[in-house]
Protein backbone atom coordinates (compact mmCIF):
# COMPACT_ATOMS: atom_id res chain seq x y z
CA UNK A 1 0.00 0.00 0.00
CA UNK A 2 2.81 2.28 0.14
CA UNK A 3 3.28 5.26 -1.97
CA UNK A 4 6.15 6.88 -0.74
CA UNK A 5 9.68 6.88 0.04
CA UNK A 6 12.48 8.54 2.03
CA UNK A 7 15.58 9.68 0.72
CA UNK A 8 16.90 9.16 -3.02
CA UNK A 9 15.27 11.16 -5.90
CA UNK A 10 11.99 9.50 -7.52
CA UNK A 11 10.11 9.26 -10.64
CA UNK A 12 7.46 12.19 -10.27
CA UNK A 13 4.85 11.74 -13.23
CA UNK A 14 2.26 12.61 -11.33
CA UNK A 15 3.92 14.80 -8.47
CA UNK A 16 4.84 14.01 -4.83
CA UNK A 17 3.97 15.62 -1.45
CA UNK A 18 6.23 16.06 1.56
CA UNK A 19 4.81 13.28 3.95
CA UNK A 20 5.19 16.02 7.14
CA UNK A 21 2.28 18.28 5.35
CA UNK A 22 -0.09 14.90 4.93
CA UNK A 23 1.34 14.46 8.57
CA UNK A 24 0.10 18.06 9.63
CA UNK A 25 -3.25 17.73 7.53
CA UNK A 26 -4.60 15.23 9.27
CA UNK A 27 -3.32 16.44 12.65
CA UNK A 28 -5.27 19.62 12.07
CA UNK A 29 -8.26 17.93 10.61
CA UNK A 30 -8.51 15.69 13.79
CA UNK A 31 -7.88 18.58 15.95
CA UNK A 32 -11.51 19.54 14.09
CA UNK A 33 -13.14 16.82 15.09
CA UNK A 34 -12.89 14.83 12.24
CA UNK A 35 -12.07 11.52 12.12
CA UNK A 36 -8.78 11.87 9.60
CA UNK A 37 -7.66 9.08 9.90
CA UNK A 38 -10.45 6.76 8.20
CA UNK A 39 -9.81 9.18 5.39
CA UNK A 40 -6.46 7.57 4.38
CA UNK A 41 -8.67 4.58 3.47
CA UNK A 42 -8.54 3.72 -0.53
CA UNK A 43 -6.04 6.48 -0.58
CA UNK A 44 -3.01 4.41 -1.11
CA UNK A 45 -0.94 6.86 1.40
CA UNK A 46 0.78 3.80 3.81
CA UNK A 47 0.64 5.30 8.03
CA UNK A 48 4.10 3.84 7.98
CA UNK A 49 5.42 6.25 5.63
CA UNK A 50 4.17 8.81 7.48
CA UNK A 51 6.55 8.62 10.11
CA UNK A 52 9.55 10.28 8.26
CA UNK A 53 9.17 13.34 7.78
CA UNK A 54 11.53 13.58 4.71
CA UNK A 55 9.39 10.92 2.86
CA UNK A 56 7.07 11.29 -0.06
CA UNK A 57 3.77 10.49 -1.10
CA UNK A 58 1.70 10.37 -4.45
CA UNK A 59 -0.17 13.19 -5.70
CA UNK A 60 -3.03 11.29 -6.58
CA UNK A 61 -3.31 9.66 -3.33
CA UNK A 62 -2.95 13.07 -2.05
CA UNK A 63 -5.94 14.39 -3.76
CA UNK A 64 -7.85 11.45 -2.58
CA UNK A 65 -7.21 12.64 1.11
CA UNK A 66 -8.38 15.89 0.80
CA UNK A 67 -11.59 15.21 -1.47
CA UNK A 68 -12.44 12.52 1.19
CA UNK A 69 -11.71 15.38 4.10
CA UNK A 70 -13.78 17.57 2.43
CA UNK A 71 -16.56 15.05 2.25
CA UNK A 72 -16.31 13.76 5.75
CA UNK A 73 -16.46 17.57 7.37
CA UNK A 74 -19.56 18.56 4.84
CA UNK A 75 -18.00 22.24 5.29
CA UNK A 76 -16.71 24.63 2.83
CA UNK A 77 -14.84 26.27 4.74
CA UNK A 78 -12.59 23.03 5.88
CA UNK A 79 -9.09 23.84 3.45
CA UNK A 80 -9.27 27.27 5.53
CA UNK A 81 -9.54 25.90 8.49
CA UNK A 82 -7.03 23.56 8.61
CA UNK A 83 -4.76 25.30 7.31
CA UNK A 84 -5.11 27.87 9.85
CA UNK A 85 -3.93 25.20 12.00
CA UNK A 86 -0.69 23.92 10.39
CA UNK A 87 2.65 24.50 11.95
CA UNK A 88 6.01 25.31 10.46
CA UNK A 89 6.99 21.44 10.76
CA UNK A 90 4.57 20.51 8.00
CA UNK A 91 6.40 22.43 5.56
CA UNK A 92 9.62 20.38 6.54
CA UNK A 93 13.12 22.20 6.28
CA UNK A 94 10.58 25.23 4.30
CA UNK A 95 9.29 25.70 6.93
CA UNK A 96 12.03 25.81 9.96
CA UNK A 97 14.01 28.30 7.13
CA UNK A 98 11.32 30.45 6.38
CA UNK A 99 10.52 31.54 10.59
CA UNK A 100 14.03 32.06 11.20
CA UNK A 101 14.36 34.80 8.40
CA UNK A 102 14.92 38.51 8.67
CA UNK A 103 11.63 40.04 7.65
CA UNK A 104 8.33 38.53 6.21
CA UNK A 105 9.47 39.49 3.12
CA UNK A 106 12.70 37.35 3.02
CA UNK A 107 10.88 34.02 4.37
CA UNK A 108 8.06 34.61 1.12
CA UNK A 109 10.74 34.19 -1.29
CA UNK A 110 11.64 31.28 -0.03
CA UNK A 111 8.35 29.86 -1.39
CA UNK A 112 9.14 29.96 -4.98
CA UNK A 113 12.45 28.73 -4.34
CA UNK A 114 11.36 25.60 -2.13
CA UNK A 115 8.06 24.73 -2.66
CA UNK A 116 8.42 21.67 -3.97
CA UNK A 117 9.51 19.94 -1.45
CA UNK A 118 6.21 20.43 -0.19
CA UNK A 119 4.25 19.62 -3.59
CA UNK A 120 6.43 19.42 -6.43
CA UNK A 121 3.51 20.41 -8.48
CA UNK A 122 3.33 24.08 -7.04
CA UNK A 123 3.87 26.85 -8.49
CA UNK A 124 4.51 30.68 -6.32
CA UNK A 125 5.16 33.83 -8.11
CA UNK A 126 5.86 37.09 -6.43
CA UNK A 127 5.37 40.05 -7.97
CA UNK A 128 6.49 42.89 -6.49
CA UNK A 129 4.40 46.48 -7.46
CA UNK A 130 5.05 50.47 -6.61
CA UNK A 131 2.71 49.91 -3.07
CA UNK A 132 1.99 46.14 -2.82
CA UNK A 133 3.45 42.71 -3.46
CA UNK A 134 1.66 39.71 -5.29
CA UNK A 135 1.77 36.38 -4.07
CA UNK A 136 -0.19 34.16 -6.95
CA UNK A 137 -0.24 30.37 -6.59
CA UNK A 138 -1.05 27.77 -8.89
CA UNK A 139 -0.19 23.62 -9.95
CA UNK A 140 1.26 22.33 -12.73
CA UNK A 141 -0.14 19.86 -15.04
CA UNK A 142 -3.46 17.42 -13.88
CA UNK A 143 -6.40 18.14 -11.69
CA UNK A 144 -6.63 21.51 -10.09
CA UNK A 145 -7.29 21.12 -6.61
CA UNK A 146 -9.02 24.58 -5.33
CA UNK A 147 -9.23 23.44 -1.77
CA UNK A 148 -5.22 23.77 -1.64
CA UNK A 149 -5.84 27.61 -2.48
CA UNK A 150 -7.18 28.25 1.07
CA UNK A 151 -5.40 25.87 2.88
CA UNK A 152 -2.03 27.32 2.21
CA UNK A 153 -3.33 30.72 2.15
CA UNK A 154 -5.11 30.54 5.40
CA UNK A 155 -1.51 28.93 6.55
CA UNK A 156 0.57 31.53 5.25
CA UNK A 157 -1.60 34.33 6.73
CA UNK A 158 -1.41 32.73 10.38
CA UNK A 159 1.94 31.80 10.11
CA UNK A 160 2.97 35.11 9.22
CA UNK A 161 1.08 36.79 12.11
CA UNK A 162 2.48 34.83 14.41
CA UNK A 163 5.89 35.63 12.89
CA UNK A 164 6.04 39.20 13.09
CA UNK A 165 3.28 39.22 16.27
CA UNK A 166 1.28 41.57 14.18
CA UNK A 167 -2.30 39.79 14.91
CA UNK A 168 -4.20 42.26 12.53
CA UNK A 169 -2.02 41.39 9.59
CA UNK A 170 -4.51 41.18 6.66
CA UNK A 171 -4.43 40.37 3.06
CA UNK A 172 -6.75 41.41 -0.35
CA UNK A 173 -7.45 37.47 -1.62
CA UNK A 174 -8.80 36.14 -4.66
CA UNK A 175 -9.77 32.65 -5.13
CA UNK A 176 -10.61 30.74 -8.53
CA UNK A 177 -13.29 28.92 -7.14
CA UNK A 178 -16.94 30.02 -7.00
CA UNK A 179 -18.48 31.71 -4.06
CA UNK A 180 -18.91 30.01 -0.64
CA UNK A 181 -22.25 30.34 0.90
CA UNK A 182 -20.78 31.72 3.92
CA UNK A 183 -17.61 34.25 3.50
CA UNK A 184 -17.22 34.33 7.38
CA UNK A 185 -14.39 32.59 7.88
CA UNK A 186 -12.75 33.79 5.00
CA UNK A 187 -13.42 37.43 6.02
CA UNK A 188 -12.51 35.97 9.47
CA UNK A 189 -8.64 35.00 8.98
CA UNK A 190 -7.94 37.31 5.96
CA UNK A 191 -10.00 40.71 6.07
CA UNK A 192 -12.84 42.29 4.05
CA UNK A 193 -11.38 42.25 0.90
CA UNK A 194 -11.85 38.79 -0.47
CA UNK A 195 -12.72 38.04 -4.17
CA UNK A 196 -14.17 34.44 -6.17
CA UNK A 197 -13.63 33.37 -9.19
CA UNK A 198 -11.03 35.31 -10.24
CA UNK A 199 -8.60 34.11 -13.22
CA UNK A 200 -5.37 33.55 -10.69
CA UNK A 201 -5.17 32.64 -6.90
CA UNK A 202 -3.37 35.51 -4.82
CA UNK A 203 -2.99 37.21 -1.72
CA UNK A 204 -1.50 40.71 -1.74
CA UNK A 205 0.26 42.53 1.06
CA UNK A 206 0.76 45.95 1.48
CA UNK A 207 4.19 46.20 0.71
CA UNK A 208 5.14 48.08 3.99
CA UNK A 209 3.87 44.71 5.43
CA UNK A 210 6.81 43.04 3.84
CA UNK A 211 9.58 44.57 6.02
CA UNK A 212 8.01 43.69 9.14
CA UNK A 213 10.54 41.77 11.49
CA UNK A 214 10.48 38.26 12.49
CA UNK A 215 10.80 38.88 16.02
CA UNK A 216 12.36 34.98 16.83
CA UNK A 217 14.42 34.36 14.54
CA UNK A 218 17.60 32.08 15.02
CA UNK A 219 20.03 32.72 12.27
CA UNK A 220 22.05 29.34 13.14
CA UNK A 221 18.45 27.42 12.73
CA UNK A 222 18.19 29.38 9.56
CA UNK A 223 21.62 28.34 8.35
CA UNK A 224 21.21 24.77 9.11
CA UNK A 225 17.53 24.17 7.92
CA UNK A 226 18.51 26.03 4.09
CA UNK A 227 21.21 23.64 3.96
CA UNK A 228 18.86 21.10 4.67
CA UNK A 229 16.34 22.48 2.29
CA UNK A 230 18.80 22.54 -0.57
CA UNK A 231 20.30 18.74 0.30
CA UNK A 232 16.21 17.70 0.32
CA UNK A 233 15.68 19.59 -3.45
CA UNK A 234 18.44 16.94 -4.66
CA UNK A 235 15.87 14.32 -3.68
CA UNK A 236 12.86 15.63 -5.13
CA UNK A 237 12.72 15.17 -9.27
CA UNK A 238 13.35 18.30 -11.44
CA UNK A 239 10.62 19.92 -12.49
CA UNK A 240 10.33 19.31 -15.95
CA UNK A 241 10.07 21.92 -18.78
CA UNK A 242 6.27 20.92 -19.88
CA UNK A 243 5.88 21.17 -16.49
CA UNK A 244 7.16 24.67 -16.47
CA UNK A 245 5.41 25.49 -19.30
CA UNK A 246 2.08 24.42 -18.32
CA UNK A 247 2.12 26.40 -14.93
CA UNK A 248 3.48 30.16 -16.78
CA UNK A 249 0.53 29.25 -19.47
CA UNK A 250 -2.05 28.84 -16.57
CA UNK A 251 -1.28 32.11 -15.09
CA UNK A 252 -1.17 33.99 -18.24
CA UNK A 253 -3.78 32.40 -19.85
CA UNK A 254 -6.38 34.98 -19.32
CA UNK A 255 -4.18 38.27 -20.40
CA UNK A 256 -5.13 36.70 -24.00
CA UNK A 257 -3.19 33.69 -25.69
CA UNK A 258 0.79 33.86 -24.43
CA UNK A 259 3.02 34.38 -27.41
CA UNK A 260 5.89 31.36 -27.32
CA UNK A 261 8.00 34.10 -27.31
CA UNK A 262 7.48 35.21 -24.50
CA UNK A 263 7.46 32.15 -22.92
CA UNK A 264 10.97 31.27 -23.62
CA UNK A 265 12.01 34.74 -22.60
CA UNK A 266 11.18 33.98 -19.53
CA UNK A 267 12.79 30.79 -19.28
CA UNK A 268 15.69 32.47 -19.97
CA UNK A 269 16.13 30.50 -23.49
CA UNK A 270 16.11 30.76 -27.35
CA UNK A 271 12.51 29.25 -28.58
CA UNK A 272 14.39 27.07 -30.40
CA UNK A 273 15.92 26.01 -27.07
CA UNK A 274 12.16 25.46 -25.84
CA UNK A 275 10.88 23.54 -29.15
CA UNK A 276 14.07 21.11 -28.97
CA UNK A 277 13.38 20.23 -24.77
CA UNK A 278 9.84 20.05 -25.07
CA UNK A 279 10.45 17.52 -27.93
CA UNK A 280 12.56 15.70 -25.89
CA UNK A 281 10.01 15.32 -23.37
CA UNK A 282 7.67 14.34 -26.16
CA UNK A 283 5.39 17.11 -26.26
CA UNK A 284 5.38 20.47 -27.80
CA UNK A 285 3.72 24.21 -26.96
CA UNK A 286 0.95 23.92 -29.10
CA UNK A 287 -0.32 20.73 -26.75
CA UNK A 288 0.44 21.72 -23.54
CA UNK A 289 -1.29 25.02 -24.18
CA UNK A 290 -4.38 22.98 -25.66
CA UNK A 291 -4.10 20.48 -22.94
CA UNK A 292 -3.78 23.57 -20.18
CA UNK A 293 -7.22 25.19 -21.57
CA UNK A 294 -8.96 21.56 -21.30
CA UNK A 295 -7.86 20.75 -17.62
CA UNK A 296 -8.78 24.91 -17.14
CA UNK A 297 -12.29 24.28 -19.17
CA UNK A 298 -13.40 21.59 -16.83
CA UNK A 299 -12.41 23.14 -13.52
CA UNK A 300 -14.29 26.90 -14.57
CA UNK A 301 -17.29 24.81 -15.93
CA UNK A 302 -17.42 22.96 -13.06
CA UNK A 303 -16.30 24.62 -9.79
CA UNK A 304 -17.46 28.43 -10.80
CA UNK A 305 -20.69 30.06 -12.30
CA UNK A 306 -19.02 32.30 -14.76
CA UNK A 307 -20.36 32.49 -18.06
CA UNK A 308 -19.10 30.44 -21.17
CA UNK A 309 -18.13 33.90 -22.78
CA UNK A 310 -16.55 34.93 -19.79
CA UNK A 311 -14.43 31.16 -19.13
CA UNK A 312 -13.44 31.82 -22.85
CA UNK A 313 -12.23 35.01 -21.69
CA UNK A 314 -10.23 33.37 -19.12
CA UNK A 315 -8.35 31.25 -21.29
CA UNK A 316 -6.77 33.16 -24.14
CA UNK A 317 -9.88 32.76 -26.59
CA UNK A 318 -10.54 35.94 -28.30
CA UNK A 319 -14.45 34.41 -29.73
CA UNK A 320 -16.86 32.40 -27.52
CA UNK A 321 -17.13 30.53 -30.67
CA UNK A 322 -13.31 29.10 -31.07
CA UNK A 323 -13.67 28.11 -27.44
CA UNK A 324 -17.30 26.12 -28.14
CA UNK A 325 -15.09 24.43 -31.48
CA UNK A 326 -12.06 23.64 -29.29
CA UNK A 327 -14.27 22.45 -26.23
CA UNK A 328 -15.77 19.94 -28.77
CA UNK A 329 -12.77 18.29 -29.94
CA UNK A 330 -11.57 18.15 -26.50
CA UNK A 331 -14.92 16.80 -24.97
CA UNK A 332 -17.19 15.52 -27.89
CA UNK A 333 -19.76 18.52 -26.33
CA UNK A 334 -20.16 21.94 -26.03
CA UNK A 335 -19.52 23.66 -22.75
CA UNK A 336 -23.06 24.33 -22.15
CA UNK A 337 -24.08 20.62 -22.14
CA UNK A 338 -20.98 19.89 -20.21
CA UNK A 339 -22.16 22.54 -17.50
CA UNK A 340 -26.10 21.36 -17.49
CA UNK A 341 -24.90 18.06 -17.27
CA UNK A 342 -22.61 18.47 -14.37
Request: hydrophobic fraction near 40%.
Amino acid sequence: MSSGQSGGRRDDPGGTVAASLVSGILSAAGSLGLDAMSCLDGTGIDTQTLLAPTARVDFAGFSQLLAAIQHASGDEAIGLRIGRELAFSSYNALGYAAANEKTLFDALRLLPKYEALVVSRAQTEIIEREDRVEVCWSMTGGEYLAILEGLFFASWISLGRGLTGMDTLKAAVHFTHRAPASRAVWHEIFGPSVEFERPVARFMLDARLLTLTIIRSDPFIHRVMTREAEHLATSVTTTSIAAKVSGWLAGRLSRGEPEQQALADHLNMSERTLRRRLQQENTSYRELLDRVRKERAAYYLHQTSLSVQEIAGLLGYQHTTAFNAAYKRWMGTTPGSARNGR
